[in-house]
C-alpha cells in the first residue's frame, strides 16, 4: 500500500470514527513514527500498512486498527468501550471489519450479519 492509498483508506475509516464515536484521534504523522492516532489523555497507537492483499482486506486492516485505537481511548475517557456498537447488541461487543465479496465491512460477530460497508457507518 503506498502513501496515497494509506491516507484514503485511513481517511474511510476515520468517517466511521466521526459517525460513531465520542472520542476524536489527533492524527499525526512522523517519519521516524509513521502515522499515530493520539488520544487526548496523551496515549498514542501507531497504524501499520500490511504487505500485500487486496485493497478491502487492506481497509479491514486499518479499521481494525482504528477499533482497538478507539476501544482504549473510550475506556480510559470512562465510556463505553464498545466501538463500533453493534446495533443488533449495544454495549455488549463491537462490530468486526472483515471482507466479504471483496468488500471492507463491519459485520455483527455474533450473527454475521454485515451492518455497513467501512466508511459507511451512519451517525448516531
Not at 485493497?55 to 468501550?81: M, N, P, R, T, Y
Given at each position: ?14 468517517r ?94 455474533k ?14
Amino acid at each position: 500500500m503506498d502513501d496515497l492509498e494509506f491516507a484514503d483508506a485511513l481517511e474511510t475509516v476515520l468517517r466511521d470514527l466521526q459517525a460513531r464515536c465520542a472520542v476524536r484521534p489527533e492524527v499525526r504523522t512522523d517519519d521516524g513514527y509513521g502515522t499515530m492516532l493520539w488520544a487526548p489523555d496523551g496515549s498514542a497507537q501507531g497504524l501499520t500498512s500490511p504487505v500485500g492483499g487486496t485493497a478491502a482486506e487492506l481497509l479491514a486492516h486499518l479499521a481494525d486498527q482504528v477499533q482497538g485505537w478507539a476501544v482504549e481511548a473510550l475506556w480510559s475517557e470512562g465510556a463505553s468501550a464498545v466501538w463500533p456498537p453493534c446495533p443488533t447488541h449495544p454495549d455488549t461487543h463491537p462490530l468486526t471489519a472483515t471482507v466479504s465479496t471483496d468488500t471492507a465491512v463491519w459485520v455483527c460477530p455474533k450473527t454475521g450479519a454485515t451492518v455497513a460497508r467501512i466508511g459507511e457507518l451512519e451517525s448516531l
